[in-house]
C-alpha cells in the first residue's frame, strides 16, 4: 500500500467493520476514505483527510468497478464453480500469455469485495482478462456479473458439499449461472449432469444466443468436444474430427479435469495448433498458491512466492511479510516483472516506493529490466542479470545481507526462483506440522460471524496455540484485532511479548514468584481465590508506593492494574465461589489500584447435550455472583463464559464476550457444525525405508507385530517422542500414504513407527499424512479413547512447524 494514494473503503463485514481502522490508517498517512459514516471527529481528529460518505461502501465499491468494467470491450473470461477456479484461471494465464497481455484476479480474490479490487486493475495495455468468482450466500453471483461481465463463461464443476444459505445443489448451480447471463460463450462440463440440465434450461431460457460449449469424457454425443485420457496423454475430438493429442503434465483426475477446460479455452479462443498446444503445456507448473513461511539458512525466514511475480501478488507478499515478521530487516528478491502491460519506467517507480513504503531495507533485483531501472530503488539495492549470477555470488552475501532476515522471494517462472528457495532453505526433513493461517482466519470469521459484533471475543493460545505455534497465531489474531489473548503461564505471556505481541494478554495460573514478571510486560492475572488476590493487592501497592519515592512528581495516579476474576460455577478447578463475592468486593473497594477487566466462569460440559441443565444452571449461579461484583464495584466488567462448543450451541449465554479455544484450530467440538470449520493442521513425515518381510515374521520390539501375510513394511520417521502416541500402534493407527490408508504394525517406538504398504503405492523419501483432511485429528482421538484436545497439544516441540497462507 502506498498510504498517500491509497483510498480506503470503509467496509461493514459479518465480523470486521472497516471504520475502526480509519484512525490506524491515517497514522499510516492514508488522506482517502469512503465511509459509510463519518468519524464524529472527523474535523478536529483528521483535519486534512477526505471523506466521502455513501450509504453502502461495498455497493460504491460494487458499482465503481462495474463502471471501470464498461470502459473496456477485451475478452473477459468469468471462471465459476466449485472446485479448481484459481488453477484454471493461473494455467490459463500461463498458456495464454504468448498471444494476449493478461490481467487476471491475484490469488483466489473472488469475493464481494475481492472481485471489484482484481478488476480495478484491468487498464488500456491488456488484451485479456481472466477473472474469478466465488460465493457464499445467495443472492451474490448477481452482484458480480456487472463487474466481471465476462464475455467468455467457464463453469468449473460443482462439488458436493452442502453450502449453508442453499436449500438445494440445484439451487447453488443457478445462482453461479447468474455470472453468465450476458456472455456469449460458456464453456463447461457435460460430465456434470446437474450443471449440464440447469445450463440447458436456464442459460437457453434467459440468454439464448450464448454459445454452448461442453465437453465430455463419457462420449456425450451432445458435446462439442469429446476427450479420452490414454495412459499420460489426452485426446479431444470436435464434431468434425479434428483431433489433438496433448501429452499431460500431470495425470491425477482434478488436473486432467483442470486442464480439460483451458484446452477447450484455447480452442475457443483459436489457439489450434496442435504442436503449439503441447509447446505451452509442457510449460506449465503446477500452481503454487501458498504464501509459505519456511525457515531459512542463517537464522533468516523465507517467504517462497516464486511462481508468481505480478504487481498484485507483490503487493499481497508485501502485506503478508510485513504482517509475519518482527524482524528489522526485510529483504525483497524480485525478477523483471514480465507482462505487466505498464510502461516500464512507471512500472518499476511504482514497486520501489511499494518496497519502501513496506519497510523493505534491501532489494535484490534479477534479470536485465529490473537492473536497467535501478536508479529508481534505494542505493543499497544489488542487481543481477541473471539467476545464475545472483547464486554464485550468494555465499559473499549470505553473512551480511541476509543473516536475520526475513527474505521474500519472488520472481517470474522463466527466472526459476526455486532454485534461490533451494539454497536458502533450511532444509525440514522428516517429521513437519504444517498450520494453514488461512483457515485460521476462516475459523476465526466463523466464530465472529456467529456471536456479532457486540460481542468481544478472547482466544485461547495457551500450551503454545494447541500445539499450533503460539507466536505466529499469535500474530495473525493481532493483525485482526481480537480483543484479548489468554495463555496458562506467565512464561507463555512473556514469550509473545518478545515476539512484539501487544494484545492485552490474560495468564490464567499466575503465581506469585511471577508478579514483577507479569508487571514488567504488561499481563494480566487471572485471580481465583482469596489468598491471590490479596497477595496481588498487597503486592502492587507496595510497587505503586516504591514508584512514589523514586519517580518525579507527577499529577496522574498510576492506572490500575487489570485483572481477572474467576468465578467457580461448577467445574471445581479454580475460581471463586459464588458466595465469596462479597468478600472480594470489600477487598477490592479498599485497592484503587487494581481494577477487575473481565469476570468469568467455564461450563463443564458446554459440548454435551446431557449438560445442558447444568449449564443452565452454571450460567445462573454466575449471573447472581457477577450482580453482586458489579453492584458492589459500582463499575460493568466484561462478562464472559463460554468456550468454542458454547459459542455454537449457547448463544444466549454469550454475555460480553467469548474465549474461543479448540475452535479456531479446527475442531468443532459440539459438533453440530463440524464441516464449517476447516483443518489447520497437517503432520506428516517421511518414509526412511521399505522392505519386503516374509510372512510370520515379526515387526519392531517385543515382536508383537507378527506378520500373517508376506509384507512391505516402510519405517516412518516419527515416533511417540514426536507425539505420536504408543497406543496408536499394532494397526489402531493408520496413516495416509499416496492415497491410501495403511495400517500401523508393531508397537511404535521412540523415534520410528512401522506401517503396512502393501496396498499403498510407496517410495523410501515419501511424505505421508500422520493427521490432517485424510486422517482427522477427531479421528485419531476417537481411536485413543481420548479427546482432539490431546492429540493437538501432544505433538512434541523438536516437531517442526511450517506456516502457510493462500
Ligand atoms: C482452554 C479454555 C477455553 C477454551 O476452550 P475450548 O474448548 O478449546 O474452546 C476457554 N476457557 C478456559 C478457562 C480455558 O481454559
Not at 464524529?40 to 483535519?47: E, G, I, L, P
Request: hydrophobic share 40%; with cysteine.
Amino acid at each position: 500500500m502506498v498510504p498517500e494514494q491509497s483510498v480506503f473503503f470503509a467496509i461493514r463485514g459479518a465480523h470486521h467493520d472497516g471504520h475502526h481502522y480509519i484512525g490506524d490508517l491515517y497514522a499510516q498517512g492514508v488522506r482517502q476514505f469512503v465511509v459509510e459514516q463519518r468519524p464524529t471527529d472527523a474535523d478536529t481528529q483528521f483535519v486534512d483527510a477526505e471523506f466521502i460518505q455513501v450509504p453502502n461502501t461495498l455497493t460504491y465499491l460494487q458499482e465503481a468497478a462495474a463502471a471501470h468494467r464498461a470502459r473496456f470491450s477485451v475478452p473477459v473470461i468469468g471462471i465459476t464453480g466449485s472446485n479448481g477456479k484459481t488453477i484454471v484461471k493461473e494455467w490459463l494465464t500461463q498458456l495464454l500469455t504468448p498471444t494476449y497481455t493478461i490481467v487476471r484476479s491475484p490469488k483466489s480474490y473472488n469475493s464481494q469485495v475481492g472481485v471489484p479490487l482484481s478488476v480495478r486493475q484491468l487498464n488500456e495495455q491488456h488484451t485479456l482478462a481472466i477473472f474469478e468468482a466465488g460465493m457464499s450466500k445467495p443472492h451474490e453471483m448477481a452482484a458480480l456479473e456487472p463487474i466481471i461481465r465476462p464475455t467468455i463463461g467457464l463453469f468449473t464443476n460443482i462439488g458436493t458439499a452442502h453450502d449453508e444459505g442453499f436449500k438445494t445443489r440445484k439451487q447453488k448451480i443457478a445462482e453461479k449461472l447468474r455470472l453468465f447471463v450476458r456472455a456469449d460463450t460458456l464453456l463447461y462440463s457435460l460430465d456434470y449432469t446437474d450443471v449440464a440440465d440447469e445450463i440447458d434450461i436456464l442459460i437457453r431460457a434467459v440468454n439464448p444466443r450464448c454459445r454452448l460449449i461442453g465437453w465430455s469424457a463419457q462420449h456425450n454425443p451432445a458435446a462439442t468436444y469429446l476427450t479420452h485420457v490414454q495412459g499420460d496423454v489426452l485426446q479431444l475430438t470436435d464434431r468434425v474430427d479434428n483431433r489433438w493429442t496433448v501429452p499431460l503434465p500431470f495425470t491425477d483426475a482434478a488436473s486432467v479435469e483442470n486442464l480439460t477446460h483451458c484446452l477447450v479455452t484455447l480452442l475457443t479462443l483459436g489457439v489450434t495448433d496442435n504442436a503449439e498446444i503441447n509447446r505451452r503445456v509442457a510449460r506449465l507448473r503446477p500452481v503454487s498458491m501458498r504464501l509459505e513461511l519456511k525457515e531459512g539458512i542463517n537464522n533468516s525466514v523465507l517467504i517462497d512466492d516464486s511462481y508468481n511475480n505480478d504487481v498484485a501478488g507483490l503487493r499481497l507478499a508485501l502485506d503478508f511479510q510485513k504482517q509475519q515478521s518482527n524482524r528489522d530487516h526485510k529483504t525483497v528478491i524480485l525478477s523483471d516483472v514480465l507482462q505487466s502491460g505498464q510502461d516500464e519506467a512507471d512500472l518499476y517507480a511504482f514497486i520501489a516506493r511499494l518496497l519502501a513504503e513496506q519497510g523493505v531495507t534491501q532489494l535484490i533485483g534479477i534479470g536485465p529490466v529490473i537492473g536497467r531501472n535501478r536508479a529508481l530503488f534505494a542505493p543499497n539495492s544489488l542487481f543481477y542479470p541473471t539467476t545464475d549470477a545472483f547464486l554464485a555470488d550468494l555465499p559473499n552475501r549470505l553473512a551480511r545481507e541476509l543473516r536475520e532476515s526475513v527474505v521474500l522471494v519472488k520472481g517470474a517462472r522463466s527466472f526459476s526462483f526455486e532454485r534461490i528457495v533451494d539454497r536458502l532453505q533450511r532444509k525440514v526433513h522428516g517429521t513437519v506440522l504444517r498450520i494453514d493461517l488461512d483457515a485460521l482466519t476462516h475459523n476465526l470469521n466463523y466464530y465472529r460471524e456467529k456471536i456479532g459484533q457486540q460481542t468481544k471475543i478472547m482466544v485461547m493460545v495457551k500450551a503454545f496455540a494447541y500445539g499450533s505455534g503460539s507466536a505466529e497465531v499469535a500474530r495473525l489474531l493481532q493483525f485482526h484485532q481480537v480483543d484479548w489473548l489468554a495463555v496458562a503461564y506467565t512464561d507463555e505471556g512473556v514469550f509473545l511479548r518478545e515476539q512484539g505481541i501487544t494484545l492485552p494478554i490474560m495468564v490464567m495460573n499466575p503465581t506469585a514468584e511471577t508478579f514483577q514478571t507479569l508487571l514488567d510486560y504488561g499481563l494480566e492475572p487471572e485471580i481465583y481465590s482469596m489468598r491471590l488476590l490479596q497477595a496481588w493487592g498487597d503486592f502492587v501497592a507496595r510497587v505503586g508506593q516504591g514508584d512514589e519515592t523514586t519517580r518525579s512528581p507527577s499529577p496522574e495516579p498510576p492506572a490500575p492494574c487489570p485483572l481477572h476474576l474467576k468465578i467457580d460455577t461448577g467445574m471445581h478447578r479454580l475460581g471463586f465461589l459464588a458466595d465469596q463475592m462479597a468478600d472480594v468486593v470489600t477487598y477490592l473497594k479498599a485497592q484503587p489500584a487494581l481494577r477487575v477487566a473481565t469476570v468469568f466462569s467455564h461450563l463443564v460440559g458446554a459440548d454435551e447435550a446431557q449438560f445442558n441443565s447444568f449449564s443452565q444452571q452454571q450460567f445462573e449461579t454466575f449471573g447472581r455472583a457477577v450482580a453482586v461484583l458489579e453492584a458492589g464495584l459500582g463499575y460493568r466488567p466484561v462478562r464472559h463464559l463460554l468456550n468454542s462448543a458454547g459459542i455454537v450451541r449457547f448463544p444466549d449465554y454469550r454475555l460480553d464476550m467469548v474465549r474461543l479455544g479448540i475452535g479456531l484450530y479446527g475442531v468443532e467440538s459440539s459438533q453440530l457444525e463440524r464441516e464449517r470449520v476447516r483443518p489447520v493442521g497437517t503432520l506428516t513425515t517421511t518414509i526412511s525405508q521399505i522392505k519386503t518381510v516374509p510372512k510370520g515374521e515379526s515387526v519392531g520390539y517385543s515382536r508383537r507385530g507378527v506378520l500373517d501375510h508376506e509384507a512391505r513394511i516402510a519405517t516412518l520417521a516419527i515416533g511417540y517422542a514426536d507425539g505420536y502416541d504408543r497406543r496408536l500402534g499394532n494397526g489402531v493407527g493408520e496413516v495416509w500414504v499416496n492415497g491410501q490408508l495403511c495400517p500401523t504394525v508393531g508397537n511404535v517406538c521412540m523415534d520410528m513407527t512401522m506401517i503396512d504398504v502393501t496396498n499403498a503405492t510407496a517410495d523410501e523419501g515419501d511424505e505421508v499424512e500422520v493427521f490432517g483432511p485424510h486422517v482427522t485429528v477427531s479421528e485419531l482421538a476417537r481411536r485413543l479413547k481420548t479427546i482432539p484436545y490431546e492429540v493437538m497439544t501432544n505433538v512434541s516441540e523438536r516437531v517442526k512447524r511450517v506456516f502457510y497462507a493462500g
